[in-house]
């Protein structure tokens, strides 16, 4: 489906293709492009469909193209799966035009950056009034902006990881920290990718750009590099979250056989008493004195119980059982 912006001296109105052949500045953004729209975008662009197609390919990098009629620059947004903490990055392909009237997106899923642009665009004239040069700065800034708002909902996550490893951890927990690995790792892929898109129109390897628009875009450069940095604070943040996740679970394994070797230790003197007193030998000691007639049960009884109290004394002491370093 494609929609097409037109900016008139009423304001921004809805247009069509054609109009991207006449002097109006034009905005044109298709999305889920099926065959058709790819043919009639082929035939604007100059490019082959099999190539457009390739543009949109999710192991497509970001790069600088430039084509006979247009400028080719794909970017890396941030696309939010499911209303859900999954997010992923899919490729936007942005042609400029060689006249500079027209700006044409193609993307294969819905970007909440370009819908804001859309909603800015309709309520304010003066993004496509200002030319193309600055539309394509306003929406590569919208496009940063989103990575802003998903990172400091990442942070928002993390502190409540944090607060569960050390309180409460469980394997929901480790579930989230690989989750959010894995959104850093597809942010920084994408964010060093797009760095290099940006570092090109600072070099006006992107000729369609005005030269007063240029100190515009490395604005967006030192954004770049602030998100590359954040996403690898918060990266080193999970790994040393998932360390402390190991080492906790692995005190706690600790604890329990710890626990259970104590135990084990409390019945073992009364069992080894049990076994040699249950031996069942006509001579053995004490069995056929009168005391051990009378009183053997009792005895047998006394010393297991004795034994469990030296033991419980032997490891107070050490500081096994209170917790205390030996």
Same mark, same amino acid.
């Given at each position: 489906?494609?929609?097409?912006?037109?900016?008139?001296?009423?304001?921004?109105?809805? &247009?069509?293709?054609? #109009?991207?052949?006449?002097?109006?500045?034009?905005?044109?953004?298709?999305?889920?492009?099926?065959?058709?729209?790819?043919?009639?975008?082929?035939?604007?662009?100059?490019?082959?469909?099999?190539?457009?197609?390739?543009?949109?390919?999710?192991?497509?990098?970001?790069?600088?193209?430039?084509?006979?009629?247009?400028?080719?620059?794909?970017?890396?947004?941030?696309?939010?799966?499911?209303?859900?903490?999954?997010?992923?990055?899919?490729?936007?392909? @942005?042609?400029?035009?060689?006249?500079?009237?027209?700006?044409?997106?193609?993307?294969?899923?819905?970007?909440?950056?370009?819908?804001?642009?859309?909603?800015?665009?309709?309520?304010?004239?003066?993004?496509?009034? /200002? &030319?193309?040069?600055?539309?394509?700065?306003?929406?590569?800034?919208?496009?940063?902006?989103?990575?802003?708002?998903?990172?400091?909902?990442?942070?928002?996550?993390?502190?409540?990881?944090?607060?569960?490893?050390?309180?409460?951890?469980?394997? *929901?927990?480790? *579930? !989230? @920290?690989?989750?959010?690995?894995?959104?850093?790792?597809?942010?920084?892929?994408?964010?060093?990718?797009?760095?290099?898109?940006?570092?090109?129109?600072?070099?006006?390897?992107? /000729?369609?750009?005005?030269?007063?628009?240029?100190?515009?875009?490395?604005?967006?450069?030192?954004?770049?590099?602030?998100?590359?940095?954040?996403?690898?604070?918060?990266? #080193?943040?999970?790994?040393?979250?998932?360390?402390?996740?190991?080492?906790?679970?692995?005190?706690?394994?600790?604890?329990?056989?710890?626990?259970?070797?104590?135990?084990?230790?409390?019945?073992?003197?009364?069992?080894?008493?049990?076994? @040699?007193?249950?031996?069942?030998?006509?001579?053995?000691?004490?069995?056929?004195? !009168?005391? &051990?007639?009378?009183? &053997?049960?009792?005895?047998?009884?006394?010393?297991?119980?004795?034994?469990?109290?030296?033991?419980?004394?032997?490891?107070?002491?050490?500081?096994?059982?209170?917790?205390?370093?030996?």
């Amino acid at each position: 489906m494609i929609k097409v912006c037109k900016y008139t001296k009423r304001g921004v109105v809805e &247009g069509s293709l054609k #109009d991207l052949a006449t002097k109006a500045v034009c905005w044109a953004d298709c999305l889920s492009p099926e065959k058709k729209d790819f043919e009639e975008i082929s035939r604007l662009v100059d490019m082959d469909v099999s190539n457009l197609k390739d543009t949109l390919a999710e192991e497509e990098r970001p790069k600088v193209q430039d084509l006979d009629k247009y400028s080719l620059m794909t970017f890396r947004a941030p696309f939010l799966e499911h209303e859900e903490m999954h997010v992923t990055t899919t490729s936007v392909a @942005i042609f400029i035009s060689k006249n500079k009237n027209n700006l044409i997106t193609l993307r294969t899923k819905e970007i909440a950056s370009i819908e804001r642009i859309r909603q800015i665009l309709l309520e304010r004239n003066t993004l496509l009034q /200002k &030319g193309t040069s600055f539309f394509l700065y306003r929406l590569l800034d919208e496009i940063l902006n989103s990575y802003f708002l998903i990172l400091s909902t990442i942070e928002e996550k993390i502190d409540r990881i944090e607060d569960e490893v050390f309180e409460k951890p469980s394997r *929901q927990t480790v *579930q !989230q @920290i690989f989750a959010i690995k894995k959104t850093l790792i597809f942010f920084h892929k994408a964010l060093t990718a797009n760095r290099e898109v940006i570092t090109s129109i600072e070099k006006e390897y992107v /000729k369609e750009i005005d030269k007063k628009n240029i100190k515009r875009f490395r604005s967006l450069y030192n954004d770049i590099t602030q998100l590359i940095d954040t996403e690898g604070t918060y990266r #080193d943040i999970m790994t040393g979250t998932l360390e402390i996740y190991l080492s906790s679970v692995s005190n706690n394994l600790n604890q329990v056989m710890k626990t259970l070797t104590i135990v084990a230790s409390f019945i073992l003197l009364p069992t080894l008493i049990a076994g @040699i007193y249950g031996m069942n030998f006509h001579f053995m000691p004490e069995i056929n004195t !009168q005391f &051990g007639q009378k009183y &053997g049960y009792y005895f047998a009884l006394f010393l297991m119980g004795f034994s469990i109290l030296l033991m419980y004394l032997y490891f107070r002491r050490k500081g096994w059982i209170t917790g205390k370093t030996p």
